[in-house]
């Protein structure tokens, strides 16, 4: 079992910044793919970015390419989302995800943290 723990969402303007962080327990963090998703009001959840395992590889979803930046400290066991020049279509509640094999389809999941752009 891996527990995940999302924190660090809020409020800002359009062209702000958050760092959404991630605290995970349970398994050896390492071992795990790890990712964030997020759903928007009214749409379904969506890929956002996602960190493979120890080896540095990063996806990202074209809509959030180079603006956001996925990164992970596994001392830590913490996962983080740095997320600039905020847009307000990047509102939603925003997922902590991991998985042994597949971040794409993961089997665990954060209860989320909200992430409001106002424009």
């Known amino acids: 079992q891996v527990q995940l723990v999302e924190s660090g969402g809020g409020l800002v303007q359009a062209g702000g910044s958050l760092r959404l962080s991630c605290a995970a327990s349970?398994?050896?963090?390492?071992?795990?793919?790890m990712g964030w998703f997020r759903q928007a009001p009214g749409k379904e959840r969506e890929f956002v970015a996602a960190?493979?395992?120890?080896?540095?590889?990063?996806d990202y979803a074209d809509s959030v390419k180079g603006r956001f930046t996925i990164s992970r400290d596994n001392a830590k066991n913490t996962l983080y989302l740095r997320m600039n020049s905020l847009k307000p279509e990047d509102t939603a509640v925003y997922y902590c995800?991991?998985?042994?094999?597949?971040?794409?389809?993961?089997?665990?999941w954060g209860k989320g943290t909200l992430v409001t752009v106002s424009s």
């Open positions: 960190s493979r395992w120890s080896g540095g590889s990063t």
């Open positions: 995800v991991a998985d042994p094999s597949s971040v794409y389809a993961p089997g665990y």
């Open positions: 349970g398994r050896t963090f390492r071992d795990y793919a």
